[in-house]
């Protein structure tokens, strides 16, 4: 499975767009780029998964790089019910590796 | 629909106890997965199964963990005996499909502490 880098705290004022990066450039090419959130104490979270093509849905944005080495999850209005831990996972199914992740904190 | 359904949502117990962690899928879901998470070392996957068959069971740490799916609405994660560095917080999670791409449903966990 491919090895993924993400900060591992950012900050973002309540109501911006939230940018939230992964570099996961050992991805392979039959591996879909899945993002998860964690808010504290609770389960992981689905929130959108992709690709080659940029993805969007009620929750997130997903833009993948053409060379699929990197890509943003894009919170387009952060609220303060959007602090969380993100994390970024290539997988070929079933098996999810989680990382580190992203620690973000929406900031009012 | 109730989601994952995971008990007891805390567990206590003395070091060389059996433990017996339960969990309930979506119903209609295939695919069962639990997780154990630690400040340590993160969110790890323990095991999962497919139609109520173990499909990777690499990520059990040791035989003191056993895992059974006895039907699509029921598994159970045991360990016997218990020791303090199991002290964790243990996720079920379920899907349907099993392919390629599918979204994991996770329940609230179950924190256990082994004294």
């Known amino acids: 499975d491919a090895k993924t880098t993400q900060p591992p705290s950012m900050d973002c004022a309540e109501g911006r767009a939230a940018n939230l990066p992964c570099n996961h450039s050992?991805?392979?090419?039959?591996?879909?780029v899945y993002w998860y959130r964690q808010i504290h104490s609770q389960g992981p979270q689905y929130i959108i998964h992709g690709l080659k093509n940029n993805e969007t849905n009620e929750m997130a944005s997903l833009i993948i790089t053409e060379d699929r080495k990197s890509s943003t999850l894009i919170l387009p209005h952060a609220t303060l019910r959007d602090t969380a831990v993100y994390y970024c996972i290539p997988s070929r199914g079933n098996q999810f590796y989680f990382g580190t992740g992203t620690s973000l904190t929406v900031i009012p | 629909d109730a989601g994952v359904i995971q008990s007891p949502r805390h567990e206590v117990t003395e070091m060389g106890q059996e433990v017996t962690l339960r969990c309930k899928p979506i119903?209609?879901?295939?695919?069962l997965f639990w997780y154990r998470q630690t400040m340590m070392r993160g969110l790890e996957l323990l095991i999962y199964?497919?139609?109520?068959?173990?499909?990777?069971d690499s990520g059990m740490p040791e035989d003191r963990f056993s895992a059974k799916m006895p039907n699509a609405s029921f598994s159970t994660l045991k360990i016997q005996p218990s020791e303090p560095r199991d002290s964790a917080v243990y996720f079920c999670?379920?899907?349907?499909?099993?392919?390629?791409?599918?979204?994991?449903?996770f329940g609230p966990g179950t924190r256990l502490t082994v004294l």
């Open positions: 119903s209609g879901h295939n695919s």
């Open positions: 199964f497919n139609n109520n068959v173990p499909i990777d």
């Open positions: 050992t991805i392979s090419g039959n591996e879909y």
């Open positions: 999670a379920s899907s349907y499909g099993g392919g390629w791409y599918n979204e994991q449903f």
